[in-house]
DNA sequence: TTGTATT
């Protein structure tokens, strides 16, 4: 049994068999037949459709001969580029060279769609996708048709497929299962090419593979094998075995995590009607409620205002989703008195077009009060704890607001100016120690940006994802944010841990080291 | 109920 290394791609080999030693084929002119020389099929070691070429087509237009009648082509037929044939051969007098592989579909000379010159090259497609096979192997690099200097080329069309109708992106694998166990998960469905376990800098697996089958039937058996039908130890899903990513589609996922990126810190392009803006605009104004009341000469309870300011976070209309409650409850060893202890619901500010609708007096302080509801005034007794506790959350919002300066007293409706810089890698997900927290119920609704959103007050946040089931593509209702420092952590935990939306209150901690999740 | 990944 061969032997991995880690890195190692593992590939189907053809026993090698000796090169024939014939003679090339040689046409005696234009529309002649070839020599009838039976061509020898010479497997040779690369295999289909690992062989790049570059573009023939430009400005060509092709020419098709009339496809026979009754040559319908097989569902996984390849279509065949060939290359370095003499300008002048036209079809009829290379279909008897192919012919020899199969029945034709196809066959088309390219020619410039000017001047209808021959472009030296071709398309075909055999009715079999054996057919190509068996004159790929027999003819690419193996001949040279006379006049030319370089070998036929027969290869898969760059149209065609690179081979993702038969590779699968297998994920949820247990990080420590080789490529030879990949291997023999998916061996009983067909023959295997390639097979490769992704692995990061460091050479641990991330926890997912590569397999090619020799066929997309071999390809689909798998799938409806082995997708969702076991779970491997120390994975947090069933088995994923899907088609990978075509080239397309993985363009369009990048961009989407770049939208993704990009959107959350430059709402007014890209997410017009996003809670961020009006958050940030209430985040903003609670701020300039602060500044004003300084400068009006009166002491402000500092422990006020990081109160009041997590109610106005009830007040968060994600993405024009139907309002939900939002009360800070627990994660403080004493609550305040003046906020809800009693289990009941108790906020708050009335929510109209997604968060704008704060209740503002003339004054055009925000109606802070509304969200008392328990009979207390606003600014009564709560314990140093409480009072810490909000403090840490209000500092959060502090270093938030800060980076704006200029727009601390953005009245609502105003365009925010340059969005802040947050910076994420790609790869990394989590921050250092001590900054990766743990959050558990969410709500249902809540995506990345939502939950990212929630916690941007704290701190910088690197990174925020919500765990989502595939199978229906909805939230489990936990995830994790990190931060880029520990002390945006432990303000957002200390604001947020037991923070009440709608009958759930969310669960805000640490999240748990590596090894202490580990089942063995 | 603890990072869901695409060479």
Known sequence: MARFTQTETRRQHHP???????????????????????????????????????????????????????????????????????????????????????KIHELTVLKDRYTGMHKGCAFLTYCARESAIKA???????????????????????????????????????????????????????????????????????????VKFSTHTEAQSAISALHGSQTMPGASSSLVVKFADTDKERTIRRMQQMVGQFGIFNPAIALPFSTYSSYAHALMQQQAAIMAASHGGYLTPSVAFPATQIH?????????????????????????????????????????NGFTGIPHQPNGHPAVETVYTNGLPPYSTQSPTAADTLQQAFTGVQQYTAIYPATTLTPIGQTLPQPPQVIQQQQQ???????????????QEFGDNELMQ???PFGTVISSKVFMDRATNQSKCFGFVSFDNPASAQAAIQAMNGFQIGMKRLKVQLKRPKDASRPY
């Open 16 to 102: 090698q068999q000796p090169q024939p030693a014939h003679s090339s084929l040689v046409f005696t002119g234009p529309g002649a037949p070839p020599t009838q020389q039976p061509l020898l099929l010479i497997p040779h070691q690369r295999q289909y459709p690992q062989i790049t070429f570059p573009k023939p087509m430009n400005g060509s237009e092709p020419i098709s001969i009339h496809p026979e009648s009754g040559n319908m082509k097989d569902q996984d037929a390849i279509k065949l580029f060939i290359g370095q044939i003499p300008r002048n051969l036209e079809e009829k007098d290379l279909k008897p060279l192919f012919e020899q592989f199969g």
């Open 136 to 210: 790929q192997n027999a003819l690419h690099e193996q001949k040279t048709l006379p006049g030319m200097t370089r070998p036929i080329q027969v290869k898969p069309a760059d149209s065609e497929s690179r081979g993702e109708d038969r590779k699968l992106f297998v994920g949820m694998l247990n990080k420590q299962q080789t490529e030879e166990d990949v291997y023999r998960l998916f061996e009983p469905y067909g023959v295997i090419e390639e097979c490769t376990v992704l692995r990061g800098p460091d050479g641990n697996s991330k926890g997912c593979a590569f």
């Open 312 to 352: 106005q976070m009830g007040a968060l209309n994600i993405n024009s989703l139907p309002p939900t409650t939002m009360t800070p409850v627990s994660g403080l060893s004493s609550p305040p008195a003046n906020i809800t202890t009693s289990g009941v619901p108790s906020i708050v500010t009335p929510i109209v």
């Open 429 to 443: 997900r989590e921050g250092p120690e001590g900054c990766n927290l743990f959050i558990y119920h969410l709500p």
């Open 454 to 456: 929630m916690f941007l």
